[in-house]
């Protein structure tokens, strides 16, 4: 690893080059629990070029020299899925106030080093120079205490939220369906909310 890191804020066309690079990480590091997501790259860039196409979308990007070792997205929620979304108009939520911050993804090698506070805070710079947004928030899968392929020494990232100033909303649910390691189909995982309210 190199000093060389940087962290950069890039939305729309400029993106395309980064596609390919971006896909084979999040296939990568979304095997990892909780995910253990069982990635398909060609899904994999049809997906990412959602952030390619929206103006109002970011990629936070890690950089390390011309390498790519860590991204995070977010758009605004009125672009999302409609199943992100339908927890939040089923609770009176107005899909403009709220910014979502998709997913982030690490290099197992450069974590450590203070980037997901940094990507936290670039996504949520982005959402601040757009304007109009009274909430920000992503959610993240719940998996069962007792999953076999939970490592022994695995810690949740609930206190690094907290720290960022984001609150868990059980209220907040959804589901989302992909394929496990080891399954042979696609089966809904539960999906909880956080969100932090900007003053």
């Not at 390919?20 to 049809?46: C, N, S, T």
């Not at 011309?66 to 977010?74: L, R």
């Amino acid at each position: 690893m190199t000093k060389d890191i940087r962290i950069e804020r890039w939305s729309g066309a400029a993106l395309e080059k980064f596609i390919p690079e971006l896909a084979r990480l999040r296939i990568e590091v979304f095997r990892d629990f909780p995910y253990l997501y069982d990635g398909d790259y060609e899904y994999e860039k049809k997906y990412l070029q959602t952030y390619v196409n929206n103006p109002d979308s970011v990629i936070v990007l890690a950089l390390d020299g011309n390498k790519v070792v860590g991204a995070s997205t977010a758009l605004p929620m009125k672009f999302e899925t409609n199943e992100l979304k339908k927890p939040f108009i089923e609770h009176g939520y107005n899909l403009d106030d709220v910014f979502y911050c998709s997913e982030s993804v690490l290099n197992k090698d450069y974590r450590g080093l203070g980037i997901g506070v940094r990507f936290f805070e670039q996504r949520e710079a982005h959402a601040l120079d757009l304007g109009g947004f009274k909430h920000i928030t992503f959610c993240c899968v719940e998996r069962p205490v007792d999953h076999p392929r939970r490592p022994a020494d695995y810690v949740p990232l609930d206190r690094f939220w907290n720290k960022r100033g984001y609150v868990k909303h059980p209220e907040l649910r959804t589901e989302y369906v992909w394929k496990d390691l080891d399954d042979s189909d696609e089966t809904p995982k539960p999906m909880t909310f956080w969100l932090k309210h900007e003053s």
